[in-house]
């Protein structure tokens, strides 16, 4: 029998990864997913469920609805996608991801299914999931969509409720190049008779929703029936939830520091609130622990994560228009000298969109995002030179050297961004956390053996900055994100 690691390198060798070979990857229909639920013995009927999807906030609202449900004294499954570090990232139960024993028998007991139906990743892995919660015995599991609704393979469970967060432009080879087009394939989700929350409402989408719901569906659009006030930090985000002009909720407490997340928190609520229609007696204290807790009973990474204070070091895996909008305001409002973003992107992303979005006094650090779909980094580069926006880039070979160099570059005074892709945080993350603590902050991280928060040198006397004027530091060197094995790989994923 293989080991743990012999078996991730088997499903990353064997499956279409979405990840490592695009479009090709993707399957318009779900006869995969459904032959493989038949040949486990439908595990998905086993326990109920939650059903997330939606362009943004669907990672953040799936953990805060775990760690809620989880406080509550649940047993609660949890699938999401693309994991960061370790695959198993992905199955978790009460906040804690499966055995790496189980995944290893799991593939050694099923090699001949594997074999023989050729499943992508996504859909091995969401029946992994499947099959985990129906051996732990879950009460209730939160799945998040990978992409899309209607095809994607987690869309073979019959929920409790459906979430649809909300609609933006991603995935648009494969959803639709328009808003409506988006709107219909996540709507894909709504059942019949299923609750429906749709996180916010949005002029070109609503009715969609509307439409696909049956006069016995109820549908609530939760920034209607919610809003939040009072928003403030201390390092955390305090906020007040206020429903019909009358506060309903003070001093909501919640770990993600992200602008965006109050977006999310009125999605949650109003699930949680349609799930006490439904007779779970979720309690305001559960409510108020469960968002407290949410890096103990659902632990969730990569979100405007604090990796340092000292140079102020953030990553977020916010990778499409929308998402990277909200992050680079809240970027630009952090006190700075110099803001030094690590940027890597997919090969597929539009970045006519995303470019004038990015701040062009930025020092950026350009690298391949650390997957071979990632875009080429000298790709990258010219794209960068061709708009005549930027003061300040620079091409490195991989993400941990273009990581390395901006610490060394940055002052006590400077911010440090990582981002553009899932992937390049999750290198990031790889190479700083290994398998350790990912969720701390604030304390020197040694990275190739040194202090990555001091460079070794008095950067406050005149050193040079290596990121002006565009020079490419990638010539000659071998890009070493390339022809080697897919830590991050995954099948029907975000990126």
Known sequence: MMNYKQTTEYLFRRLPMFQRIGGSAYKADLSNTVNLMNALN???????????????????TSHLLASILRQRGLNVGLHTSPHL????????????????DFVVEFVDRNKDIIERIEPSFFELAVAMAF????????????????????????????????VITNIGFDHTQFLGTTLQRIATEKAGIIKPNIPVIIGQSQQETKQIFIDKTSKDTPIIF?????????IRSNGKLILDIYSSGELKYKDISLPLCGDYQQKNIVTVIAAV???????????????????????????????????????????????NEDGLRWVINQLNRL?????RIVFGVVNDKDLSHI???????????????????GLDVNTLHRQFKDTNRFLHYTSFPSVSAAYDAAAADATDRDVIFIGGSTFTVAAVMEAIFGGGDRTSGGRDRTFGGRDRTSGGRDKNSGGRDRTSGGRDRTSGG???????RDKNSGGRDKN
């Open 85 to 100: 570090v370790d695959f198993r990232e992905r199955i978790r139960v009460n906040g804690v991801m499966c055995e790496e």
């Open 335 to 339: 006190p700075h000298d110099t803001l």
């Open 42 to 60: 439908n595990p998905q009927n086993s326990f109920r469920s939650l059903h997330v999807a939606g362009t943004n906030g669907k990672g953040s």
């Open 355 to 373: 470019f004038p979005l990015l701040p062009p006094e930025a020092h950026y650090y350009l690298c391949k995002a650390d997957i071979p779909r």
């Open 222 to 230: 939760a920034d209607e029936a919610l809003n939040v006030k009072n």
């Open 273 to 319: 609130e349609e799930l006490n229609r439904q007779g779970f007696g979720i309690t305001e204290e559960d409510l108020r622990l469960g968002i407290m807790n949410l890096q103990t009973n659902a632990p969730l990474y990569g979100r405007w994560q604090i990796l340092n204070g000292c140079p102020m070091t953030i990553c977020d895996t916010g990778h």
């Open 131 to 162: 099959k985990y919660f129906e051996r732990e015995k879950v009460d209730i599991a939160v799945i998040e969509v990978g992409m899309g609704g209607r095809l994607d393979s987690t869309n073979v469970i019959t929920p409790l409720l459906s």
């Open 478 to 484: 071998r890009d070493k994100n390339s022809g080697g």
